[in-house]
């Protein structure tokens, strides 16, 4: 009876809890490629490679370039004269 509370594992041992094997193609990150700010600004005047040598700036310029483009893609998406007919419709019955 004085065995009811115990779990199924022996007297000191600790359960190991059941951990998800991850495949090794997830485990290592992909190599990174080079940030090459010509491609990502082909608009601009100067040279933007030479103007920002930093990783780091490159990885900032690179995250801008990321976000204008999906606010691009939002701002598409957006059925703006709807919005501007439901707004109309709101001023106009008050």
Same mark, same amino acid.
């Given at each position: ?5 115990q ?26 490629q080079?940030?090459? /700010?010509?491609? *990502? &600004? =082909? @608009?601009?005047?100067?040279? /933007?490679?030479? *103007? &920002? =040598? @930093? ?40």
């Open positions: 009876m004085e065995n009811d509370n779990s199924t594992t022996q007297a000191g041992e600790t359960p190991v809890p059941n951990q998800e094997a991850t495949p090794p193609a997830e485990q290592a990150p992909p190599p990174e080079p940030i090459i /700010l010509s491609k *990502l &600004f =082909p @608009d601009a005047k100067h040279d /933007l490679d030479n *103007l &920002f =040598p @930093d990783p780091q700036m490159k990885e900032l310029l690179k995250e801008v370039h990321r976000t204008r483009q999906g606010n691009q893609r939002f701002l598409k998406r957006l059925n703006l004269s709807k919005i501007q007919n439901e707004g109309d419709d709101l001023d106009t019955d008050s």
